[in-house]
C-alpha cells in the first residue's frame, strides 16, 4: 500500500517542483519554451493514454473476443463527453489567450488560468488512479511497474506545467509564494482524482476496461483541445512537435521497461 500511496502523490510531486522554478529564474517563459513543454506534455499524455489506458483495456476485455475492442470505445467516449460537460460549466482561461471559456464569470484572469491547468488535471488523476486500482485488483495487465511508470510520465510532464502555471502567474503581479501555491494547488486534484478513482474502482472491477478508456479519453480531449492548439499556434511550431515526439517516446519506453 505505501507503494500506491507514492504512486499517487508522484504526479503531484512533479507540478510542484515545476512550480518552484518561479523562485529560480527571474523571467517568464518564453514562448518557444512553452510550446516546446506543452508539446512535450502532449507527447507524454497520448503515450500514456495507449499503452498504459487503452491497450490494457482491450487486453482485460479480451474474453468478449471480436467484441473487445468495445469497451474501450464506449469507455473512452464517456472520456471525452465527462471533458467536454466539464470544459461547459467550469470558467477557465488557457494561457495566450484573452478569451475566456465556460459560463461568464467575474473571477480574475489568473483564477481562470488556475482553473484551466486544474481542468486537464483531472483526467491525469484519473489515469493514475485507474491504473493503480487495477494493479491492487490483480490484474494480470497491469503490474506494479506500469502503474509506477504511468506515474513517473505524468510526473514529467507536470513539471513543465507547474513552470507554466506559476512563472505567468508572478509575471502578472502574484507574489512568488503565492505564484507557487496556486501552481501546487493546480496539481492537487490529481492525487485527490487518483484516492477517489481506486476506490470506485475497486468496489467495481468489472468495470476497470471502461474505466481505463474513460481516463483514456478524458486525457485525449485535454490534449486536442487544448495543448495541441497551443503547442501549434503561430511560427515555429515544429518545437512543439519535436517535443512531443519526445515526449511520446519517453513515455511508450518507460512503460515497456517498467511494465
Not at 468495470?207 to 492548439?229: C, H, K, R, T, W
Request: hydrophobic share 55%; charged share 10%; aromatic share 6%.
Amino acid at each position: 500500500m505505501r507503494d500506491v500511496i507514492w504512486g499517487l502523490l508522484i504526479p503531484l510531486i512533479g507540478t510542484s517542483a515545476g512550480a518552484a522554478c518561479v523562485f529560480f529564474m527571474r523571467k517568464e517563459l518564453s514562448v518557444a519554451v512553452q510550446r516546446a513543454l506543452t508539446g512535450f506534455a502532449s507527447g507524454v499524455m497520448v503515450a500514456a493514454s495507449i499503452w498504459s489506458l487503452l491497450i490494457p483495456a482491450m487486453e482485460q476485455a479480451a474474453p468478449m473476443g471480436a467484441l473487445s475492442f468495445l469497451p474501450a470505445v464506449i469507455g473512452f467516449w464517456g472520456g471525452i463527453l465527462f471533458l467536454l460537460l466539464l470544459d461547459q460549466v467550469i470558467p477557465h482561461l488557457h494561457m495566450n489567450t484573452d478569451q475566456p471559456e465556460g459560463p461568464k464569470s467575474k473571477l480574475a484572469r489568473t483564477t481562470m488560468m488556475v482553473l484551466a491547468v486544474t481542468l486537464h488535471n483531472i483526467p491525469e488523476g484519473m489515469a493514475v488512479g485507474v491504473v493503480y486500482a487495477g494493479y491492487l485488483s490483480g490484474s494480470v495487465e497491469i503490474t506494479a511497474g506500469g502503474a509506477l511508470a504511468l506515474a513517473l510520465g505524468i510526473a514529467i510532464q507536470n513539471f513543465p506545467e507547474g513552470a507554466i502555471i506559476s512563472m505567468p502567474l508572478h509575471a502578472q503581479g502574484r507574489s512568488k509564494g503565492r505564484a507557487f501555491l496556486d501552481g501546487v494547488l493546480s496539481g492537487a486534484v490529481e492525487p485527490v482524482g487518483a484516492a477517489l478513482t481506486i476506490l470506485l474502482a475497486g468496489l467495481v472491477v468489472p468495470a476497470m476496461p471502461y474505466l481505463l478508456s474513460f481516463a483514456a479519453g478524458a486525457m485525449i480531449y485535454v490534449v486536442v483541445e487544448e495543448l495541441i492548439p497551443e503547442m501549434s499556434a503561430g511560427e515555429h511550431s515544429n518545437i512543439g512537435v519535436i517535443l512531443f515526439a519526445a515526449g511520446f517516446t519517453l513515455m511508450m519506453a518507460l512503460d515497456v521497461a517498467l511494465g
